[in-house]
């Protein structure tokens, strides 16, 4: 089967956007090599991707050619522009020339930068992942592409199956790295029970009480210093621990520290 240059360019790009689960995961860098994918894949002049969290814009990233007019048409479009209205509507914008949006006072301070950018049009898709929005993928053009009769040309749905992929392989790293922080919780969780119950085993052969009066020594001591119960068990365990002040803290017959 043949298949062309930009079905196997695009066929990489999507597996790259799509590939997060990576140690030191930079997002930026991550979504700048996303539209320089697609700044080759669609000729453009240059693409930008705007992450928004409840309608906050929390990051914004643009292709390595011409970067900084990315972002410039980026952050113009604080009082709406493309991006947004992609985002707001959860479906792309389609293809618009940036002087006719212009005359029409549609997105006029995103469209005077534009124009002072010498950039032709502009469409831009949403990056979400089933029902999630996550933000926008944002191409600027030197030219308008061609539309199509069933509704969005064949730019425009590139420029969607790479946001797609892109949202998931961002839903994917927050699951990721919230799985890896839940596991390292349960794990120094573990880690701290562990200590104090060796801690605890330790003071009671020691002392000659019972497993219960050790432990309450150990707690009263760390309650009373203002320190982790499992930092004061690593000094028992070390044998670095003030034996006598932890044993003043050991209940008498009475319940109360002795």
Known sequence: MH????????????????DTLAEGFDATAHLRRVADHCVELLAARAVGIMLIDDGRTVSMAGSSRQEEVALDLLAAQHGGGPCLESY???KPVPPVSIRV?????RWPDFTERALGHDIAGTFAVPLRRRETLLGALNVFVPTLPNGSPHG???????????????????QNHRSYTQYRTLARQLQEALSSRVSIEQAKGMLAER???GADQAFVALRQYARRRQLPLDRVAQTVIERVADDAELRREAPGPSGRPS
């Open 207 to 209: 002392w000659g009480v």
């Open 101 to 105: 949006a212009h005359a029409d006072a």
């Open 3 to 18: 298949h062309s240059t930009r079905e196997l360019r695009l066929a990489t790009a999507l597996v790259a956007a799509a």
């Open 152 to 170: 969005y040309g064949s730019d425009v749905l590139v420029a969607q199956a790479l946001a797609d992929a892109t949202a998931v392989g961002l």
């Open 88 to 90: 707001g509507s959860g």
